[in-house]
């Protein structure tokens, strides 16, 4: 032991240092965040108190400016690859970036009236949100197991403690406690997997992984490994069984950091998922697929048949949040047959479109929280005397979320099917056949929030003036409005023959 | 070299830490099983990398060292936050939420 | 035997050697000395305090905020060590590097200043 631990000492004591090439270019998005957010902190720290109402303002600008070299490579539209092909730049990589960017902003557009009028206005939130941000976009090009584990952490740990923002709350407080033990047990659980990974391939890059594996063939321990590094991710995107942590910490949290956790937090989730899965357990679909597979069912049955009981409209959003999940989760089951390509472009697109309708329902949350101060779907009875233009915005949202064409989620909704049905395997379509019924199901709830909102009255004693919305809140329901109706509508026939550029 | 060993012993602290995070109501005593859970994780790591002359693991092992003191940091944090409001760090009384 | 167990046999013979030492000079100590037994002897000793009350103590709460600012920016200087090693290869790459990774942790400290975490008060 001691002599081998020697002799890798002198071994690197001879190589010579070579100085890694590094494309700047394609690691500017990385850059330009990591700059503002230590612009904003130290912009923070000289004027303290007095600066405090441009935070958010100047982070919005960060995330927008961070858009600008995704945008480039995008027009560029070579794959770069770096350290070895560890870290990737490609088309894949640059549209789950821009979404994270987008989604990042409307988080702060979201978040810019609540945290002024709230108890506890701090810029930290927005440090922290820029962050979390930053390792969503290396997760997006992480193509090894250390730059994956590292971003996940860096995506996480703010998450923890903005749950836990309001902190003389106890509600809040239990939000982060629950969400933080969860989330620090689930990643110690997928770090076990990793290392067992790592130990039987003798590499951490996820190339290197998937053709080691293959060349040994399947054996208990690796499919082990293969299933604690699922069970990781699943915690993260709130798979079901794994789920008990997200409508507790989405109640108690304050409401932006819902959404934050809702769609961004649960995209990035997804994007490990699926580049450890696609990329490293390419050769493994007997062991990946049926677990995979379960969960997904799992995930949409649960989520919806709790869902319905739900009086609440956040815990309501929150448990739809999880069956959604188990339809994005959908694509993983059938990688096989359609090739991982296919199955990406289907969860990618569904990932855009949920955010955009998600986020947009939780701005009308937001919105109409200003008057009812509750969340009780009861208090949204008579929505539209007081808020007609809420009243269709949140529509618009729900019927997306339901599935219902011409919005976005329809269009979302069909590249997954297509994708179970291609095959026509057992698997696949019996799949289908579940989300179709869940699909209904989850009408069925959508629908008794606009009933309320449409033809109940309100209750007596509610304030009939008309709602004022403040500036930032409109801007985050026109951004998510215009992506839903046009990915429904316009866009769905060119992002239908985009998503073939998504290939790895 | 002895790789079986370290191997159990990794999986063994990982068992404990399991049982810990399972059983424990007390939130430090969960957090402290986490890190046994990290450990077991870390031993792994440095012992396949030794295994096959390759610093990979051990490089992944300083990481893992190095965010698992920022979880613990956070998580105290959190835990020390209820402290104060509620005087008692029971996980187990923590129900205000229902799920 | 195998190098392995050999490299460890080395090891239990520095063992016991500590013993053997450790016991022969305590044994020799005690032929010598005067002994006179008191009750002030026998107790635990503490860095000179009087070990009064429950061994469950509580400490200040004060004493926290050091200790996870320590824990933090100890456990970062893990990276630095491995560049140590290999300072003279990385040459000027190397420095730019180390500087901006203290840089980094350097704000995290002048965050910790300005916002009061570093007074006793």
């Known amino acids: 032991m001691v002599a081998t631990l020697l002799g890798i000492l002198a071994q690197i004591e001879q190589a010579p240092f070579v100085r890694p090439a590094i494309d700047w270019h394609a690691v500017a998005p990385e850059l330009v965040l990591l700059a503002g957010g230590a612009l904003v902190t130290v912009f923070d720290l000289i004027f303290m108190e007095r600066g405090r109402k441009y935070i958010p303002t100047l982070t919005g600008l960060t995330f927008l400016a961070a858009l600008v070299p995704v945008l480039t490579l995008w027009d560029n539209g070579i794959a770069r690859s770096l350290f070895d092909g560890a870290y990737i730049t490609d088309r894949y990589a640059l549209v789950l970036k821009a979404l994270f960017l987008l989604s990042g902003y409307v988080i702060v557009l979201m978040s810019t009236n609540y945290m002024a009028e709230g108890d506890y206005y701090d810029s930290e939130y927005y440090q922290l949100i820029s962050a979390s941000i930053l390792g969503m976009l290396v997760m997006a090009s992480s193509r090894d197991l250390i730059g994956i584990f590292v971003a996940l952490e860096l995506i996480s740990i703010p998450a923890y403690l903005m749950a836990a923002w309001r902190k003389r709350d106890l509600k809040s407080n239990e939000a982060g406690l629950k969400y933080m033990l969860m989330g620090v047990f689930a990643s110690a659980i997928m770090l076990y997997g990793m290392s067992l990974l790592y130990g039987l391939t003798g590499d951490t890059k996820l190339r290197s992984i998937s053709s080691a594996i293959a060349d040994q063939g399947t054996t208990p321990i690796i499919t082990m490994a293969i299933i604690f590094v699922i069970i990781g991710f699943g915690f993260k995107v709130s798979a079901v069984p794994f789920h008990t942590w997200a409508p507790d910490t989405y109640e108690g949290a304050p409401t932006p950091l819902t959404a934050f956790l809702a769609v961004a937090s649960k995209a990035a989730g997804f994007v490990a998922l699926m580049n450890v899965v696609l990329y490293a357990f390419e050769f493994q679909p007997e062991i990946a697929e049926p677990f995979i597979w379960l969960l997904s069912a799992a995930t949409m049955t649960v989520g919806n048949l709790i869902a319905i009981r739900q009086t609440n409209v956040v815990r309501l959003l929150a448990y739809s949040g999880v069956a959604q999940a188990g339809y994005m989760l959908a694509p993983l089951a059938v990688y096989e047959v359609n090739g991982i390509e296919a199955s990406a472009s289907a969860v990618v697109t569904y990932l855009v479109i949920y955010a955009a309708m998600n986020l947009g329902a939780f701005a009308v949350i937001m919105a109409a929280a200003r008057r009812t101060r509750s969340g009780e779907i009861d208090s949204y009875r008579g929505m539209l005397n007081w808020a007609p233009g809420l009243t269709v915005l949140m529509t618009i949202f729900l019927f997306s979320l339901a599935g219902i064409p011409p919005f976005g989620g329809w269009f979302a909704k069909f590249e997954v099917f297509r994708v179970l049905l291609t095959g026509n395997t057992f698997s696949g379509v019996s799949l289908a056949v579940i989300a179709a019924v869940n699909s209904v199901v989850a009408a069925f709830y959508y629908l008794n929030i606009m009933k309320n909102m449409w033809f109940m009255d309100a209750p007596e004693g509610t304030d009939q003036s008309k709602l004022k919305i403040p500036s930032p809140l409109v801007a985050a329901l026109a951004i998510t409005l215009i992506v839903t109706l046009v990915t429904g509508t316009v866009l769905a026939g060119p992002l239908r023959n985009a998503t073939d550029f998504l290939a790895f | 070299m002895l790789l079986n060993q370290f191997l159990g012993l990794a999986a063994i602290l990982f068992c404990i830490g399991v049982y810990g995070v399972l059983t424990r109501r007390n939130g430090v005593m969960v957090l402290m099983s986490i890190e046994l859970i990290l450990n077991a994780v870390n031993i792994n790591l440095v012992a396949f990398g030794a295994y096959q002359g390759d610093v990979g693991g051990q490089v992944f092992a300083l990481f893992v060292i190095a965010v698992a003191a920022a979880e613990v940091g956070v998580g105290l944090a959190i835990v020390l936050l209820i402290y104060r409001n509620r005087r008692s760090i029971d996980v187990s009384e923590a129900d205000l939420l229902q799920g | ?121």
């Open chain 3, 1 to 121: 035997m195998s190098d392995f167990l050999r490299e460890y046999l080395l090891v239990a013979i520095f063992g016991l050697m500590a013993f053997v030492l450790v016991g022969a000079f305590l044994g020799l100590a005690s032929l010598i000395r005067p002994d006179r037994p008191s009750a002030g002897k026998i107790e635990n000793y503490e860095s000179g305090v009087d070990p009064i009350g429950s061994m469950w103590s509580q400490s200040q709460i004060r004493y926290y905020i050091f200790a996870l600012l320590f824990v933090m920016f100890d456990v970062e200087a893990v990276f630095i060590f491995p560049w140590a090693v290999r300072l003279e290869a990385f040459g000027f790459f190397g420095l730019v590097e180390m500087v901006i990774f203290i840089f980094i942790l350097a704000l995290g400290l002048a965050y910790a200043w300005r916002k009061g975490v570093l007074r006793w008060a």
